[in-house]
């Protein structure tokens, strides 16, 4: 029995007169880690919900066509009766967990199914050991973190051992540590206890070495059902917003099959003779003259700066210090990237900065008004219309005019993140723009859009400080990087040295290349390689 | 709520029981104006607090109160015409009519302000001693709509508060701080409701795939005897409502506030408010006693 089938499945919201599924006809088997791809309102968060039984027992709607999951029928059983066989994990953790503490968040599901106290006791004990999460059970889940959080409703998707999980976008609010824990649970799930995974996600590269097969969704349609290397193979041809880097690194390079993972590539690159075998996975510290020892930047006088703080500090009521004694500066025009793991304090740096949040110690100056976008655009929309938040010229300046009258509600998230954009923009020109994590759930095309909007208020001459998980955004955009830590930063260097020098903190451009040439992006390596098959071919 | 094997007995009894007793203290303080049994309710319930450890929750729950209540008294004062001990004469005040300012007008004013602030504090104790998770558990079956609402309205508690926090703070990230005056409070208020909305709607939808509808009895074997802890407590929520049938039943402790206060307070009407004391922190006390024993 298959774990999850589609039949000519099409299904409308209601009150929308376009479908948002068109005639899906698929199936996973039972063992299958499938990943689900598309471009933002592809259908990917309405194809995961169809087959938990939201859809349309909770959304309403039309649907025609079937969905059986684990031989049970969405059109008999609701998300209650199809639990049993289907785990769902949605993308908003706060909006994950229903109980107050996460060992009764975890025997939730169990005891909604009838079983004995003592197997209840033990499917949280197991799922609890399972996902390394025991230490937590007696915790408030209003104390824990993001990563937490999400780990715990992955555990209350699973402690009823189903035999398919579906999960929407679960890495999205993580930093890369925890998202990439996340991708490694899942795949020892899918091996050792045999449970088929259907996850949709932006960010390919992160799952797309672990998957069996990669379904792209366009306009609610089932565009290519292939193995990773193959469905990476049709982007490149019909959608390159969703080659990995490592596919448009070799893309760049003119190498083919495009590598559906890091270990691929470098095992290519390896037999084609362009990656030494013993390369590092890790850039080696450039070479610097003896005596003396990089220090992290000093923070330049206020009149120089477009924004400067010192000796900036934050602690919790509780305590707990957020902020130690921070020294920053950001010349106009500069691009800079904080990067830290969940909890770091960048949220809290970009918050102060903002003028939002008073330190406990130190000051803030800055040359003029400085602009701040928040994680969620949604919290900037208080109009009933698009055209209510900004004025036209602002609305035609971002490519919102078709949108105009439309609530901001129900507009696409790429197209919210700019409406948020332009409202924190609008009026005087700002002297620094903020953003933080301003990619995520952000798709490809969406988030080169926002890369040129940054690099032209850059040109401007304002500053820019981004505060995010996404390498790849950093690289597109930064010309230097503060890593944050323990409240302190601990190391503030050009982009190129931070994200070729590490892995957690490194893009997958570099992670391929070893961190070889200190290149980042798929252009910078591409270019390397090149380089090299010329030295190589030279007679 | 926290209900670890170290906590206190208000704490470590089913969330039924503890429900019933706090719901008895606040069924006293609706049905009784007499002062001297709102200062016993209040006397219970701020003891219950202090003897569970949770007398923090009361506080907060007091301060929100006394604004609230102090408003009550004076609009009482202001506006009731009742009561023979004139303070101030007014005369002829339109739309209101003669206005007259009365000593009993303010007097009962002031007693709907206690009132308020001990109905207040017993739904705090209510709140801080019965485990939500719990009622979700019990009530799935019996009142499956109004479990949901519960579950909904206590998990929203948090997200929305955050929610809030951060739009409040989005609003003053804008250039002209979402604009001023009352359509801009309208505006914020919309907004908040309508995030309110999604939130509420996400979270129902996580109970749906949890299983929450599909109403399955736990098994028989499963159902646990009452503790020490649920019987001391069960008997002290009796204990209260039986004094409550029968002090409303007999008419106990009269109270007429107009034309002249007519509070009836006797050695009866002391010893009733005696007993409701007693009884509502016997089980605190009696079983924390057992307890380290």
Avoid at chain 1, 496 to 521: D, K, M, N, Y
């Amino acid at each position: 029995m298959s774990a999850l089938v589609f039949e000519r499945f099409s299904y409308s919201y209601p009150g929308s007169d376009r479908p948002a599924l068109r005639e899906l006809s698929l199936t996973v088997e039972p063992g299958e880690f499938v990943v689900c791809a598309g471009l933002s309102a592809s259908g990917k968060s309405t194809l995961l919900r169809a087959a938990s039984g939201l859809v349309p027992h909770f959304h309403g709607g039309e649907a025609s066509g079937s969905v059986i999951v684990g031989g049970i029928s969405t059109r008999e059983h609701g998300p209650g009766g199809l639990a049993q066989v289907a785990g769902t994990l949605l993308q908003d953790p706060e909006t994950q967990v229903v109980m107050q503490t996460v060992g009764a968040e975890l025997a939730f599901p169990l005891e909604n199914r009838g079983l004995s106290r003592a197997a209840v006791a033990r499917g949280v004990e197991e799922i609890a050991l399972t996902l390394s999460i025991a230490t937590l059970l007696e915790r408030p889940v209003d104390q824990l973190s993001g990563g937490e959080l999400q780990r715990v409703a992955l555990g209350a998707a699973l402690a009823a051992r189903p035999s398919l999980v579906l999960l929407d976008e679960p890495t999205s609010q993580l930093d890369p540590v925890s998202g990439d824990e996340l991708i490694w649970i899942l795949r020892r799930l899918n091996e050792e206890w045999g449970t088929a995974v259907l996850l949709a996600e932006h960010r390919l590269e992160r799952c797309l070495a672990h998957a069996d097969r990669v379904l792209v969704l366009s306009d609610g349609e089932l565009v290519c059902d292939a193995p990773p290397r193959e469905m990476l193979g049709w982007a490149g041809e019909h959608q390159p917003a969703l080659q990995t880097p490592a596919a448009r690194l070799f893309e760049r390079a003119g190498l083919r099959p495009p590598p559906a993972g890091v270990k691929e590539a470098r095992a290519t690159l390896q037999s084609h003779g362009l990656l030494d075998p013993a390369a590092p996975l890790t850039a080696v510290e450039p070479e610097r003259k003896p005596g003396r020892p990089r220090r992290p930047r000093r923070a330049q006088p206020a009149a120089q700066s477009a924004l400067s703080c010192r000796g900036l500090s934050f602690d919790l009521p509780s305590g707990a210090a957020v902020l130690r004694g921070l020294d920053l500066s950001l010349q106009p025009g500069e691009r800079t990237a904080v990067m830290g793991r969940n909890g770091a304090g960048k949220s809290t740096l970009l918050r102060i900065l903002a003028g939002l949040q008073e330190p406990t110690e130190g000051k803030v100056s800055s040359e003029g008004r400085v602009a701040l976008l928040m994680q969620n655009p949604g919290d900037y929309l208080i109009h009933e219309r698009v055209d209510g938040e900004v004025g036209a010229e602002a609305l035609a300046e971002f490519g919102l005019e078709d949108v105009a009258a439309s609530h901001p509600r129900d507009i696409s998230g790429g197209q919210r993140q700019r409406l948020a954009l332009a409202i924190v923009l609008s009026g005087d020109r700002p002297s620094v723009v903020l953003l933080d994590e301003p990619t995520r759930g952000m798709d490809r095309a969406a988030k080169g859009d926002l890369i040129a909007r940054l690099n032209a208020l850059s040109a401007a001459g304002t500053a820019v400080l981004v505060a995010t998980h996404d390498t790849e955004l950093v690289a597109a955009v930064a010309e230097r990087v503060l890593l944050l830590s323990g409240g302190r930063i601990v190391a503030d260097a050009p982009t190129a040295e931070v994200l070729s020098g590490g892995w957690h903190f490194a893009t997958e451009t570099a992670r391929v290349l070893g961190g070889q040439g200190q290149a980042c992006t798929p252009e910078q390596g591409g270019a390397l390689l090149r380089a090299r098959m010329t030295i190589e071919a030279a007679p | 709520m926290n209900a670890g094997s170290n906590s206190t007995v208000l704490l470590r009894a089913r969330s039924s029981v503890c429900a019933l007793y706090g719901f008895a203290l606040v069924a006293f303080a609706l049905a009784f104006t007499h002062p001297l049994i709102l200062l016993a309710v209040a006397a219970a319930t701020f003891g219950a607090a202090r003897l569970s450890g949770v007398q923090r929750q009361l506080r907060g729950a007091v301060r929100f109160a006394i604004p609230l209540a102090l408003m009550l008294a004076v609009i009482n004062g202001i506006l009731i015409r009742d009561g023979v001990t004139v303070l101030w004469r007014f005369g002829e005040l339109p739309p209101f009519g003669q206005l007259d300012l009365t000593g009993e007008a303010f007097a009962y004013g002031f007693l709907l302000a206690l009132r308020v602030v001990v109905i207040i504090a017993a739904t705090a104790l209510l709140v801080a001693i019965v485990d939500p998770d719990d009622v979700l558990r019990r009530m799935r079956r019996s009142a499956f709509r109004s479990a949901l609402t519960a579950a909904l309205a206590t998990r929203m508690i948090g997200v929305l508060t955050r929610d809030a926090r951060r739009m409040d703070q989005a609003r003053r990230c804008r250039p002209d701080a979402g604009g001023s005056g009352r359509r801009a409070q309208l505006l914020m208020v919309g907004s908040v409701a309508a995030g309110a909305l999604d939130r509420a709607v996400d979270v129902a939808a996580t109970l749906e795939l949890r299983g929450y509808a599909t109403r399955v009895a736990p098994p028989r074997g499963d159902i646990l005897p009452y503790s020490r802890a649920d019987r001391a407590v069960l008997a002290a929520a009796l204990g209260l409502i039986a004094l409550l049938c029968v002090g409303v039943g007999v008419g106990l402790a009269h109270f007429e506030p107009y034309p002249r206060i007519t509070a009836i307070t006797g050695a009866t009407e002391l010893l009733y408010a005696a007993l409701i004391v007693l009884t509502a922190l016997a089980a605190p006390l009696i079983g924390e006693r057992g307890r380290r024993r």
